[in-house]
């Protein structure tokens, strides 16, 4: 929900960017394979995107555990767009884009997710685990005028 309102309340506005880095875990079995739909879903655009992420953050303890991303996936999108979703997920270049996720948030020290890097004002803040919102509306409200 935090990034959604920051998609909604900043990024729509142009007052501030945010990247969404890919860094699936090697202890969750089924992590890449949705690490692998969402960048498919990317290339949909932003609100297949967007509606793939909720439910794989909504169903997280369900394919987590059974591997049913795709069918988590499927229930996320129109059906027209679930079948460009299957094509896409094909493209081996998606592999190469999580790989390069992982390479920077090694060389960034993540350890675990989320981890959020926010960068103003020439100065970047880490921050690890879930941040609410209200805290970083605060903080954008300072920095972006």
Known sequence: ?????????YCSLDKVCLIYREFPLQNHAYSREAARYSIAAQKLGRLQ???VLDSLYAEQALWS??????????????????QKV?????DPSINGTIERDIALGQKRDVQSTPTFFVTALGKEQKAVGFLPYNVLKQFFDRIVR
């Open 1 to 9: 929900d935090t990034m959604r309102l920051v998609l909604r309340d």
């Open 86 to 90: 299957l094509k896409l997920v094909q």
């Open 49 to 51: 995107w967007l509606a």
């Open 65 to 82: 555990e059974k591997g049913t991303v795709q069918a988590t996936v499927a229930r996320a999108l129109s059906p027209e767009d679930f």
